[in-house]
């Protein structure tokens, strides 16, 4: 089936400092994918939907300055926590669709701010 | 998005039958119904999808009643590895909402 890829897996940093994390979409061409993120013992809480060549979409509640959403390529979107508090330490999925019906996850990346 | 509902958790033992059910009283027409499974500290993957009557695949069934208010996925003779979370969910797009989802558990 289609592979979807995040990176990194698992990133530590410091309160204040902007983190980083990429999903790619190995084997097709994305124009939208989706970014989540996963407290522990908690269900998915989707966050906002990454658009290929324009803005994101947020979900309610969601700081649009706080995470950046940049989705520069078809294959490429990325999610910027931005001066990381330990509140957003979390486990952050992003998934896409290569065609109507299935949705493919990424492997997450587990966020912990110190 | 229709909501659903699920059972919180479910204990089973290796190689039983494990039945799941979710409720989407409010699934709209062109709605599919589709369930994932999630490891710990793994992102979900795809199981089955459906939108009338049976699908089977080979891991796994899913049971969709005529009226389609609700679903089963059956998962036959489980394994000490088909211990995760279970979602069902529906929608006709990729904008999926994730409820809380369904812990079994499989001992041996």
């Known amino acids: 089936g289609a592979v979807v890829s995040q990176h990194p897996s698992w990133v530590i940093c410091k309160s204040g400092t902007s983190v980083k994390i990429e999903c790619r979409s190995l084997d097709f061409q994305a124009t939208t994918m989706f970014w989540y993120r996963q407290f522990p013992k908690q269900s998915l809480m989707l966050m906002a939907t990454s658009n290929e060549g324009s803005k994101a979409t947020y979900e309610q509640g969601v700081e649009k300055d706080k995470f950046l959403i940049n989705h520069a390529s078809l294959t490429l979107s990325t999610l910027t926590v931005t001066s990381a508090h330990p509140e957003d330490s979390s486990f952050y999925i992003c998934?896409?669709?290569?065609?109507?019906?299935?949705?493919?996850f990424g492997e997450g990346s587990r966020l912990t701010v110190l | 998005l229709a909501k659903t509902t699920q059972p919180i958790s479910m204990d089973s033992y290796e190689g039983q039958e494990v039945n799941i059910t979710c409720s989407h009283n409010?699934?709209?027409?062109?709605?599919?119904i589709t369930w994932y499974q999630q490891f710990p500290s793994q992102g979900p993957r795809f199981i089955i999808q459906?939108?009338?009557t049976k699908v089977t695949n080979e891991v796994a069934s899913l049971f969709i009643p005529a009226d389609r208010k609700s679903s089963t996925l059956s998962l036959p003779r489980v394994s000490l590895s088909d211990t995760a979370v279970y979602y069902c969910?529906?929608?006709?797009?990729?904008?999926?909402?994730f409820g809380a989802g369904t812990t079994v558990t499989v001992r041996a």
């Open positions: 998934s896409a669709s290569p065609e109507a019906g299935e949705l493919f």
């Open positions: 409010n699934i709209a027409t062109n709605d599919y």
């Open positions: 969910l529906v929608g006709d797009d990729y904008k999926l909402s």
């Open positions: 459906g939108y009338k």
